[in-house]
């Protein structure tokens, strides 16, 4: 006759179930392997269709034939979209924990819009006409709104709401200007519309160089600002009841979002919606701990952002469709949706 062990007894023996935390940390392992599928994907599929016999030679091999060339262009714009994926939803999770707004992306602060009006100016003005030329400008039209929406907002007074309405007036005057170059000179808007709708075809050794160190440097400060953060979203009285210094803790976190964002807008162009998708959908299963945020959006934006080129490369065959264009597709609906929920749950 079988006996039923006493409740305390099968309490004990029963398996513990998973903690939050080893939750997080699986979804992490999964989110890697994810990446590097999609990764994979990029290098495999293309606009160009190659056997993977040929891919896997040009993979190992460098023997100069033209499949060969193919794959070592899709792999360079493969690791410019990892790099690129990785800045554009690391600044975005910083920004929106910065102004406090779970809708906001790069654009919020005028970063785009300084990076898109430095290189047109650069074309225009100065005769720019290579990539490696409009890296730079874009990154110091970047780093120059970065500074003035800083100074604007209140600098060592800055709150997130001065923040972004500093970011929004800069926005629409610098756009303003970037139209009304682009129309008058008929060379900048030929060589501006590709820019200007975010695009990895143009990915080579040379970029991916000069942009990796501000990208890496960007990561390193970002990741370390999570603490911080978190205490500064619970509102500037209780940071400053745990010790948080508001002014150094917001410069550095602008300091990080111009670099991340101003750097892979000078590589690729401005991209829309990876910076504002990824956080608040990490967010959603995360919770607002930013230790976790970051890092999930470190690794979940590149994901988003090659599986949009790939999905470009392959639905316009033997043409492509710029990976800017397919994010803005496929963040427009998602961007209403969530405005829609957020509206919802404030009723």
Avoid at 111 to 119: E, L, R
Avoid at 199 to 218: D, H, K, N
Avoid at 239 to 259: D, E, F, Y
Avoid at 293 to 298: F, H, N, R, V
Wanted: charged content about 10%; hydrophobic content about 55%; overall charge positive.
């Amino acid at each position: 006759m079988l006996v039923d062990s006493p409740p305390e007894q099968r309490a004990e023996t029963a398996p513990a179930p998973p903690t939050r935390r080893a939750i997080r940390v699986l979804g992490l392992f999964a989110s890697v392997a994810l990446l590097v599928l999609v990764a994979l994907a990029s290098i495999a599929i293309g606009a160009k269709s190659l056997p993977l016999g040929d891919v896997w030679h040009g993979l190992f091999h460098d023997s100069g034939t033209y499949a060969d060339i193919v794959v070592d262009d899709r792999i360079s714009r493969t690791v410019l979209g990892l790099l690129a994926g990785a800045a554009l939803g690391l600044s975005g999770a910083v920004l929106q924990a910065l102004t406090r707004n779970p809708l906001a992306d790069p654009g919020l602060l005028g970063i785009n819009a300084g990076a898109s009006a430095a290189v047109v100016t650069a074309i225009t003005y100065f005769g720019v006409t290579s990539l490696s030329g409009y890296v730079w400008f874009a990154f110091a039209g970047a780093a120059v709104v970065g500074a003035l929406v800083w100074f604007l907002g209140g600098s060592r007074g800055a709150t997130p709401v001065r923040l972004a309405l500093a970011g929004t007036a800069i926005s629409a005057a610098l756009y303003g200007y970037l139209q009304a170059v682009m129309i008058m000179d008929d060379a900048a808007l030929s060589k501006m519309r590709f820019w200007t709708v975010g695009s990895l075809s143009s990915a080579t050794g040379s970029t991916i160089t000069q942009v990796a160190p501000f990208l890496a440097v960007g990561t390193v400060v970002a990741l370390l600002l999570a603490r911080p953060l978190n205490a500064v979203a619970m509102g500037d009285d209780t940071a400053r009841a745990l010790g948080a210094n508001l002014n150094r803790t917001r410069a550095l976190a602008m300091l990080s979002a111009t670099v991340l964002c101003g750097a892979a807008t000078a590589a690729c162009g401005p991209i829309v919606f990876v910076g504002l998708m990824v956080p608040h959908v990490v967010r959603s299963f995360t919770g607002p701990d930013l230790r976790w945020i970051l890092p999930y959006a470190t690794i979940l934006s590149p994901v988003l952002l090659l599986g949009a080129d790939v999905l470009g490369r392959m639905i316009a065959r033997p043409a492509e469709l710029q990976v800017g264009i397919v994010t803005a597709v496929i963040g427009g609906p998602v961007f209403i949706y969530l405005v829609r929920r957020r509206r919802t749950a404030q009723l």
